[in-house]
């Protein structure tokens, strides 16, 4: 791999970003090449890619001294320690590190954070455009929520967006272990419930830009805003509470909580657990009415799965009927303890429609 000179990686750079020529697709015109940052769907240039295949790339954040390799950076950059950016409330200018920006909400925008369970005011009032943006932490992971209000009293439409800032312990560049459901409650009780697509995408500056929204971005590359992908239209405002919502649950499709689930009973398990001997786990109510495993028929035995039951003294869950409405999270225990009187419980036909799904 090579190193090339300061002077010469200077050319090198995206003529629409600014920064250096090392992520794919690499096209244009010589002398207007843009990087795959900012066109990352248009055919590349095969002589310069084949090239720059040998060459080490420094990270594009300033102060980080990293030489990566073709391939790589864009992955390095999102989790980058170096990595800044403007501060995404309306209003504020600060330039800061990724890492500070919880912190940050915290001591200047203390009233836009939120628990776990991020209860959002929403903004009922005359104005015919209101732009925010909300920050909470859940399991280790912080998420901006982005809100637009558009006005026509006493009508609203409501535009969400969600995303999770980086975590250098998790390096994918989608973020497959959270899913996002919103739930705005009426007067009468109803709760109209949306998901926020299909998994919870990472923040990208050039992505959840609230000036597009307002069309004083002068960014080209920009996507406008098409990144609120959720909205509830036709919002009376005598009708609704005057807040929603925000349950960040585990993709069980995707996550330990799918693992935490008994094959069996498919109810959560907590101590004790067993395993069999290809790995499968059982709850040890379930466990002790069976000599095989359902899944691979080999002897149960009584060996224990500790790291699973380690996992299930710290998870959190959503109840097994959130799809019902029910917006209950906690620990396992918490949870399991939850839904044997859970009122969202499905017992018969009628009450499987009791909640209203848009």
Known sequence: MTNLPRYVMQNLKCSICGR?????????????????RCRPNVEASGPYEEIAKHILFPCSNEDCKSRLKWGEVLAHEYVCQFRKTPCPFPTCYVRLFFSRLFNHFNEVHKSYVH????????NFSQAPLHLSVHCYSYSQTVFLVFV????????????????????????????????????LNSTAGNAVIKKIGEVVPQYDIDKHCL???????????????????VTFEGIDANYYYNDIKCIVKVDKSTSLAERLECPVCKNYMINAIFICPTGHSLCGKCKAMITTCPLCKCGMGSTRNYTLEEVAETLEVPCHND???????GSVAETIQHEANCSFQVNTATDSKSAVSM
């Open 20 to 36: 250096y020529l090392s992520v794919p697709p690499v096209s244009g015109p010589k002398g207007k090449y843009t990087c795959g």
């Open 115 to 122: 628990n776990r369970h991020c209860n959002i005011t929403l």
């Open 211 to 229: 000036p597009c929204i307002t069309g004083k971005c002068n960014k080209s590359w920009h996507q406008g805003e098409n990144f609120l992908d």
């Open 323 to 329: 799809f019902m409405g029910c917006v209950f999270v």
């Open 148 to 183: 637009k209000t558009a006005t026509n009293w006493p009508m609203h439409t409501f535009s969400f967006a969600l995303a999770a800032l980086p975590n250098s312990d998790r390096v994918s560049l989608s973020d497959k272990q959270y899913a996002v459901n919103l739930y």
